[in-house]
C-alpha cells in the first residue's frame, strides 16, 4: 500500500521561509517522478515542481527562483524548500505521484502553509 505523508507546513511571516517534506512508504521516490501541487482557497490545484527519475527539475513560473525540489534517496523523501514566501503561495500542498493516469496518481493528505504577517 502506497502512502505519501506531507509535513513542515505553517504559518510564516512574509519574507519567510518552510521546507516541506514528502515521505514515502510502499513505493520507491527515486523511481518515480515526484510533484508538488498547491490548493488555495477557491482555486483549482496547480503544479508547483517536479522532480523526474533522471533528477530534472521543473518549477512554474510563479515559484521560479524561489522554491527548490530535491530528494533524498536514502531516506525516501522529496523536499520543497520555499524561500522568499508571500501571501500568494498560501496554500495546501500536496506531494504527487504520477501514474499517466490522474485517476490512479498517488496523493499525499496535504499540508496547509500559511503566509501571513
Known amino acids: 500500500q502506497v502512502q505519501l505523508v506531507e509535513s513542515g507546513g505553517g504559518l510564516v511571516q512574509p519574507g519567510g521561509s518552510l521546507r516541506l517534506s514528502c515521505a514515502a512508504s510502499?513505493?520507491?521516490?527515486?523511481?518515480?517522478?515526484v510533484r508538488w501541487f498547491r490548493q488555495a482557497p477557491g482555486k483549482e490545484r496547480e503544479l508547483v515542481a517536479t522532480i523526474t527519475i533522471g533528477g530534472n527539475f521543473y518549477y512554474a513560473d510563479f515559484v521560479k527562483g524561489r522554491f527548490t525540489i530535491s530528494r533524498d534517496n536514502a531516506k525516501n523523501m522529496v523536499y520543497l524548500q520555499m524561500n522568499s514566501l508571500t501571501p500568494e503561495d498560501t496554500a495546501v500542498y500536496y506531494c504527487n505521484i504520477p501514474r499517466g493516469d490522474p485517476a490512479r496518481d498517488y496523493w499525499g493528505q496535504g499540508t496547509q502553509v500559511t503566509v501571513s504577517s
Open positions: 510502499g513505493i520507491i521516490l527515486s523511481l518515480n517522478a
